[in-house]
């Protein structure tokens, strides 16, 4: 199966939000209300921060939120700060097992 | 305090055989999923497969399917991944994940180990 779709960086300053898109198909990111996106600072392992499309698990920033349409994902973060810089991956489940996106490194300028 | 506490790195050579563990601490073994991820130097994250230490349910990605055994034994709440010929291609960080699955089976993986790095090289 292949990796879905992700823009290889992205950049904002501090304060602004920036949105990261994620890119599937109808069986995977189309096809289920199950897309998660995780975090990784250098040297760090992944971090959990959205689930089910939309939702947050406890201790995560109010700041990150999710969307879908169709077979595109997204993560919105607000009120960017220092500490977002970092890498983040889309994940879909995709029936018998899950698939990440390529990964998208943000910079905060 | 839950974690998953990965075995330490290793170094293999070509042809060689290699088994890594996950040890899930603090957590009822039967109530959750490990998945493993693989991370290549430099790249992104792969999903590799899943087991549910339950019932030995196991589920592989289609790109390592036949590459890669997944198991676990309950005995000790410990996952494996291994392989029986390392490639060079091997060469990569390996992270075990939990999917919990109490009281629903949830869709995503919550808490990551912190890694295995696994060299291959002659």
């Known amino acids: 199966q292949s990796a879905l779709t992700q823009p290889a960086s992205v950049s904002g300053s501090p304060g602004q939000s920036i949105t990261i898109s994620c890119t599937g198909t109808?069986?995977?990111?189309?096809?289920?209300?199950?897309v998660s996106w995780y975090q990784q600072h250098p040297g760090q392992a992944p971090k959990l921060i959205i689930f089910d499309i939309i939702k947050r698990p406890s201790g995560v920033s109010s700041r990150f939120s999710g969307s879908k349409s169709d077979n595109t994902a997204s993560l919105t973060i607000s009120g960017l700060q220092a500490e977002d810089e970092a890498d983040y991956y889309c994940c879909s489940y995709a029936g018998s097992w899950w698939v990440f996106g390529g990964g998208t490194k943000l910079t905060v300028l | 305090e839950v974690q998953l506490v990965q075995s330490g790195a290793e170094v293999r050579q070509p042809g060689e055989s290699l088994k890594i563990s996950c040890k899930v601490s603090?957590?009822?073994?039967?109530?959750?999923?490990i998945g493993w991820v693989r991370q290549m130097p430099g790249k992104g994250l792969e999903w590799m497969g899943i087991i549910y230490p339950g019932d030995s349910d196991t589920r592989y990605s289609p790109s390592f399917q036949g590459r890669v055994t997944i198991s676990a034994d309950r005995s000790i709440s410990t996952a494996y991944l291994q392989w029986n010929s390392l490639k060079a291609s091997d060469t990569a960080i390996y992270y075990c994940?939990?999917?919990?699955?109490?009281?629903?089976?949830?869709?995503?993986?919550?808490?990551w180990g912190r890694g295995t790095l696994v060299t291959v090289s002659s």
């Open positions: 109808s069986s995977d990111v189309g096809g289920y209300y199950y």
């Open positions: 603090d957590y009822s073994f039967g109530d959750l999923w």
């Open positions: 994940a939990r999917r919990p699955d109490n009281p629903v089976p949830a869709i995503y993986f919550d808490l």
